[in-house]
């Protein structure tokens, strides 16, 4: 879910202008599970344009605290949500914590790795949301540990109904500060595709295992 769709607009404006995500429906990329896709998406680029980094600060705090309020600590999952939840938590004045994927085999063993306390209200930071399965390992880590998590918020979203199925089993509220529709609506009014190659990222969506490429 967006809250502000002007922001939404600005967000997906300034990842298509720094290529963050890229569209290209003639030349599908491929994704590690092998589907083929017209969208790649890497917003770990917005943290080499100080401009944007602030601005997408600025929108994951303000969303933060119309939300969910102000939480005790923030948790960024590994390895994209780790500088923006920095950036977060220092913009909010509180704790950072981050989540691996898994266990460390070594050391502590540590999967949350910063220092927290049982009962404190966390709020989750991603850069993207895909089927959200990762994003739910690290909530549940969380929970596992002790800690009320309150909610998740990343830049971006595929809008893929099992993300939405899965975040209201696990009863995890989630905001984005764009979306799938949103940017490729914005690429067609700023003229990064054209309105065939719209239709064909709406056909995507609705099944990118089965997608043909128009």
Known sequence: MILNNDNALKVAEFLLQI??????????????????????????????????????????TETILDTFGK????????TGGIAQGAL???????????VRSSAKEHGMGNQIEG???????????????????SSLKAVEALRAAGCHVKGLVAIFTYDFPIAEESFKA?????????NYDTLIDQ???????????LKSLKKWRENP???KKA
């Open 71 to 78: 939480p005790d600590v923030i948790a960024g999952v590994a």
């Open 115 to 133: 220092y927290f306390e049982k009962e404190q209200t966390v709020v989750v930071i991603e850069d993207l949301l895909s089927t959200g399965g």
């Open 19 to 60: 290529k963050a995500i890229k569209l290209n429906v003639a030349e599908p990329f491929t994704w590690a599970s092998g589907i083929k896709s017209p969208i790649y998406c890497d917003n770990r680029i917005t943290l080499s344009y100080p401009n944007i980094r602030t601005f997408i600060r600025q929108k994951y």
């Open 170 to 178: 696990a009863s995890c509220p989630f905001y984005t500060l764009s």
């Open 209 to 211: 295992s089965e997608w």
């Open 187 to 197: 690429a067609l009014d700023l003229n990064y595709i054209n309105k065939e190659d």
């Open 88 to 98: 977060i938590a220092q913009d909010l004045g509180i704790p950072f914590i981050y």
